[in-house]
């Protein structure tokens, strides 16, 4: 069975700086991962993905994460913070052979500082 | 065809009533997924279709719960007896099946804005 783990449940950073969050995932097989934003009271918006190939992929809005499949991790990044981001931010992973059906982590809500 | 769609966007019930959600996914899409999202929580799977057929139910999708994608365009989303527990945020989304873009391939999957039902 598929699991992520998003160990961050809260992220506070100042705008202008990086921000980094973590995510893990549990699957037997390549796994198919993504990183997706929701604002209140929104769907979710996909930032990025990773199928294969290149393990740094990027994303929309500035955000890149990397695939480390020694870590089972896919991190996600963004050098420069606008206040525009905060929000809560969801690792989701997919398989074909679970009928592409996402799992997802439990979120990280991300609060940006003046 | 700007995205999928879902309607209403807010539903308040009492205990004890039948709601009924739509979902209208991508017209080229062949698959359609429905999540339930609780507050603080990241959405879970329910249940899926690829064209009518409903392919896999999650354990979570209770004999209260029913969905239907009839002609394999829009889906419904019916929750009979409705309970407190069954406030949430339920999102649609839909996708083009595996090996649509190649063997092995998976396809993402593009997200509505949900309906939050509220139960009173």
């Known amino acids: 069975a598929q699991s992520v783990t998003q160990p961050d449940i809260h992220i506070t950073v100042s705008e202008g700086a990086s921000l980094e969050l973590r995510c893990n995932y549990s699957?037997?097989?390549?796994?198919?991962l993504f990183w997706y934003v929701q604002s209140p009271g929104q769907g979710l918006q996909l930032l990025l993905k990773?199928?294969?190939?290149?393990?740094l992929v990027q994303g929309i809005k500035g955000f890149e994460a990397e695939f480390k499949r020694s870590q089972s991790s896919f991190n996600l990044r963004k050098p420069s913070v606008h206040w525009s981001d905060a929000a809560e931010y969801f690792c989701?992973?997919?398989?074909?052979?679970?009928?592409?059906?996402?799992?997802f982590g439990g979120g990280t809500r991300v609060l940006v500082k003046p | 065809d700007t995205g999928v769609s879902q309607n209403p966007r807010h539903k308040i019930t009492k205990r004890g009533q039948n709601v009924t959600f739509r979902c209208d996914p991508i017209?080229?899409?062949?698959?359609l997924y429905w999540y339930r999202q609780t507050l603080g929580q990241g959405p879970e799977f329910l249940t899926y279709?690829?064209?009518?057929?409903?392919?896999?139910k999650s354990r979570l999708l209770s004999d209260r719960f029913s969905a239907e994608r009839p002609k394999g365009s829009f889906s419904t989303l019916e929750i009979q007896r409705t309970e407190q527990g069954d406030s949430a945020m339920y999102l649609c989304?839909?996708?083009?099946?595996?090996?649509?873009?190649?063997?092995?391939?998976?396809?993402?999957?593009?997200f509505g804005p949900g309906t939050r039902l509220t139960v009173l």
């Open positions: 990773y199928f294969s190939g290149d393990t």
């Open positions: 699957y037997g097989a390549t796994p198919y």
């Open positions: 989701a992973v997919g398989a074909v052979a679970a009928g592409n059906k996402l799992t």
């Open positions: 017209s080229e899409h062949n698959r």
């Open positions: 989304a839909s996708s083009f099946p595996p090996g649509a873009g190649g063997p092995s391939s998976y396809n993402e999957q593009f």
């Open positions: 279709f690829q064209n009518e057929a409903q392919l896999e």
